[in-house]
């Protein structure tokens, strides 16, 4: 079976071809620009040049059918035809209340993702518009939508309501969703398989460390708790976002800069995090790391702060699953940094009887086991696949 996954974003569109007989992505695809001036395909085979094909594409559907073009192109394309493919897999951000696990479109489906509009402003209409692309380039074929908030909806009433007047949670269901949850979902079944621990029963924390940062606890695969919240905001420091912080501070600033709150939210997700911290060096933690190796102090306490986070996190969640078996890096910080790595596990997990081995942790971007054989928890790297999780999804639901 052959999966078209798709992920849209409000001017991007990202694609994978991925075969599940092997697990193989034939080819992957970026449309950048989308609805702006200067808009490109960028479309990559493995072992081939990369094809990039500039054209003006006002909308997704525009999108969507060069990349059926390119799919399909005699030199760089990877199928014969479009008919090739057997379904579409879409990443949804929001899927509100509704949806607990991914589901194939209808038009009621569709309805329910239009009605997450205000909980998703930004991704949903995108994901919505890739949607009705796919269905009018390629009429017939199923479209699955796959939730990043599913996972969140294994929470119990404890974990995801909100300490504030319950008629917020009644009429607008405001309460906690989680978000990377394809990712979570994914590394967590994964830790079970790789590390042989029990399905049922395993407590598995995922961190999922990269310019968007969250951590989640699971117990036999199914979410008892995580970072983000009513929208990603919540939780990590991360890139350009601030993670938890008291309410109040947005109205104090507010009242001394003269600001609104819709101006606070965009600082508070663009300007914040680790870029906001270190004066504006760099929302990539890179940049940081380098900063703060060479003297920047600024830099250095928030690399600090970030790492001090996560494993408050690590402590509270092993709380809350009263017991950890396994903690799991992944995403861009969490696969490639072994310093961060290292640090967040010597500096503040050895009451759990975590121990790293320096050796197996010099690795990125592997599935590894990082912790010593004398650990108390097992540790892993375990790189992320979002795409892969979507295709799984999709084939497991049309097959
Ligand atoms: P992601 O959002 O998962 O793509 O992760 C992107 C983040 O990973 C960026 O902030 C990168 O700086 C960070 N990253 C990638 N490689 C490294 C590395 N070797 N050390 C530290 N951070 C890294």
Redesign the pocket.
């Known amino acids: 079976m052959k999966i078209l996954v798709l992920n849209c974003g409000s001017s991007s569109l990202k694609y994978q071809i991925i075969n599940m007989e092997n697990k193989e992505v034939m080819c992957k695809g970026l449309c950048e620009r989308i609805g702006i001036e200067g808009s490109q395909l960028t479309h990559k085979v493995p072992g081939k040049e990369d094809f990039v094909q500039v054209e003006a594409m006002p909308d997704h559907k525009r999108a969507v059918e060069m990349v059926m073009a390119a799919l399909t192109d005699a030199e760089h394309g990877v199928l014969k035809s479009v008919d090739e493919i057997d379904a579409i897999g879409h990443r949804v951000l929001h899927g509100g209340q509704k949806f607990t696990k991914s589901i194939i479109v209808n038009d009621e489906v569709k309805a329910a993702i239009r009605e997450c509009f205000d909980l998703g402003p930004l991704h949903n209409p995108a994901n919505l518009m890739g949607i009705e692309a796919c269905e009018a380039a390629m009429p017939g074929k199923p479209n699955v939508a796959v939730f990043d908030t599913s996972f969140g909806m294994g929470m119990e009433p404890k974990a995801y309501t909100y300490a504030i007047p319950i008629e917020y949670l009644e009429k607008y269901s405001v309460r906690r969703y989680g978000f990377h949850g394809t990712s979570h979902d994914y590394v967590c079944h994964r830790a079970i398989e790789f590390a042989g621990l029990d399905p049922k029963n395993a407590k598995v924390i995922v961190c999922h460390l990269?310019?968007?940062a969250s951590i989640s606890a699971s117990i036999g695969g199914v979410c008892v708790d995580t970072s983000m919240g009513l929208t990603p905001l919540e939780g990590l420091i991360m890139?350009t976002r601030s993670g938890d912080l008291d309410p109040a501070i947005v109205q104090y600033i507010c009242n001394k800069e003269g600001k609104d709150v819709n101006e606070m939210l965009n600082i508070l997700n663009k300007k914040s995090g680790v870029l906001g911290m270190s004066g504006g060096v760099s929302?990539?933690?890179?940049?940081i790391?380098k900063a703060a190796e060479e003297g920047n102090q600024k830099a250095a306490t928030a690399l600090e702060a970030f790492r001090y986070r996560v494993a408050k996190y690590i402590g509270a969640y092993a709380a809350a699953m009263n017991g950890v078996d396994c903690i799991c890096f992944t995403?861009?910080?969490g696969e490639?940094?072994k310093g961060?790595r290292k640090a967040i596990c010597d500096q503040y997990l050895g009451y759990l009887g975590v121990k790293i081995d320096d050796a197996r942790n010099d690795v990125?971007g592997k599935e590894t086991l990082i912790s010593a054989d004398d650990s108390k928890v097992k540790v892993l790297l375990l790189p992320t696949n979002e795409e892969l999780k979507i295709a799984m999804d999709t084939e497991a639901l049309v097959k």
Do not use: K, L, Y
């Not at 929302?283 to 940049?287: H, K, L, P, V």
């Open positions: 990269g310019n968007g890139g929302s990539d933690f890179r940049d790391e995403a861009g910080v490639n940094d961060t990125r």
